[in-house]
């Protein structure tokens, strides 16, 4: 097993809350290490918005690996990568990806159990989707590589029917078919989030939205980790729009000095 892995995992299963900020260069990488953040991760829409794309693997994944690579390189604790919905129409397309990922050095993974078509995104039917979870783990047991492997389930991002059901019946399937920890973007109460904890025993990741209870109150429901997602990308593209704004009306280069 690899160190980043071995030492990715274990912080999921320290009893602490895991706050992992969302890189999208190689400097904002670094830029979070050095404030001490023990894991980093990608947020694929904040790295396709500063290459120019649109989220939803309209980033060659090709562009991806580069910026990947280049924040390996100036990395030393754990990162996780956003994978989306593994850029590739098979399970063995998907895992080819992830087995160069992993061969990187990458620790960690996201996939979703939604997709993308004609109209809009939908969820996949959870059974199909867990096999697919069940392949990568196998394939990367074959390979002898390690990779935590979190499932981004997508019920209340989508606000499903009946989805704090539904929520409950995938991430029993998930969990049954070698899932390392569960991620669900969106979920916000504590209600919804105590009810989801309760029905798995795997690290919950969650993400930053309005309305989520603070650091103390995620940690006292038993969250494991919690994402910043786009959002820091996002606030620090308009505060660079701000500034460069001010300057033409302080009629100098005094608001970015």
Same mark, same amino acid.
């Given at each position: 097993?690899?160190?980043?892995?071995?030492?990715?995992?274990?912080?999921?299963?320290?009893?602490?809350?895991? %706050?992992? &900020? @969302?890189?999208?260069?190689? =400097?904002? !990488?670094?830029? *979070?290490? /050095?404030?001490n953040?023990?894991?980093?991760?990608?947020?694929s829409?904040?790295?396709?918005?500063?290459?120019?794309?649109?989220?939803?693997?309209?980033?060659?994944?090709?562009?991806y690996?580069?910026?990947?690579?280049?924040?390996?390189?100036?990395?030393?604790?754990?990162?996780?990568?956003?994978?989306?919905?593994g850029?590739?129409?098979?399970?063995?397309?998907?895992?080819?990806?992830?087995?160069?990922?992993?061969?990187?050095?990458?620790a960690?993974?996201?996939?979703?159990?939604?997709? %993308?078509? &004609? @109209?809009?995104?939908?969820? =996949?039917? !959870?059974?199909? *989707?867990? /096999?697919?979870?069940?392949?990568?783990?196998?394939?990367?047991?074959?390979?002898?590589l390690?990779?935590?492997?979190?499932v981004?389930?997508?019920?209340?991002?989508?606000?499903?029917?009946?989805?704090?059901?539904?929520?409950?019946?995938?991430?029993?399937?998930?969990?049954?078919?070698?899932?390392?920890?569960?991620?669900?973007?969106?979920?916000?109460?504590?209600?919804?989030?105590?009810v989801?904890?309760?029905?798995?025993?795997?690290?919950?990741?969650?993400?930053?939205?309005?309305?989520?209870?603070?650091? @103390?109150?995620?940690?006292?429901?038993?969250?494991?980790?919690?994402?910043?997602?786009?959002?820091?990308?996002?606030?620090?593209?308009?505060?660079?729009?701000?500034?460069?704004?001010?300057?033409?009306?302080?009629?100098?280069?005094?608001?970015?000095l």
């Amino acid at each position: 097993m690899s160190s980043n892995f071995q030492q990715f995992k274990a912080l999921h299963q320290s009893g602490q809350l895991l %706050i992992i &900020p @969302n890189a999208w260069d190689a =400097k904002s !990488a670094a830029g *979070f290490q /050095q404030a001490n953040f023990p894991a980093v991760a990608t947020s694929s829409a904040a790295v396709a918005g500063a290459l120019g794309y649109e989220d939803g693997e309209k980033m060659p994944f090709s562009d991806y690996m580069f910026v990947i690579q280049r924040m390996l390189a100036v990395l030393q604790v754990p990162l996780s990568v956003d994978i989306e919905m593994g850029y590739g129409s098979t399970n063995e397309a998907i895992f080819n990806n992830i087995r160069q990922l992993a061969q990187l050095g990458v620790a960690g993974i996201n996939i979703e159990d939604s997709t %993308i078509g &004609p @109209n809009g995104r939908v969820l =996949k039917d !959870a059974r199909v *989707f867990a /096999q697919t979870i069940a392949y990568i783990k196998q394939q990367l047991q074959e390979a002898h590589l390690s990779l935590f492997v979190n499932v981004r389930c997508d019920t209340f991002l989508l606000n499903v029917t009946d989805k704090q059901s539904e929520t409950i019946d995938r991430l029993k399937i998930y969990e049954s078919n070698g899932a390392d920890g569960i991620f669900l973007p969106c979920i916000s109460t504590p209600a919804d989030i105590a009810v989801a904890i309760s029905n798995t025993s795997l690290p919950l990741n969650v993400m930053c939205i309005p309305g989520l209870p603070d650091f @103390n109150a995620l940690r006292q429901l038993g969250v494991s980790r919690a994402s910043m997602g786009p959002f820091l990308f996002s606030k620090a593209y308009e505060q660079a729009a701000t500034l460069s704004r001010e300057t033409l009306t302080a009629n100098s280069f005094s608001p970015i000095l």
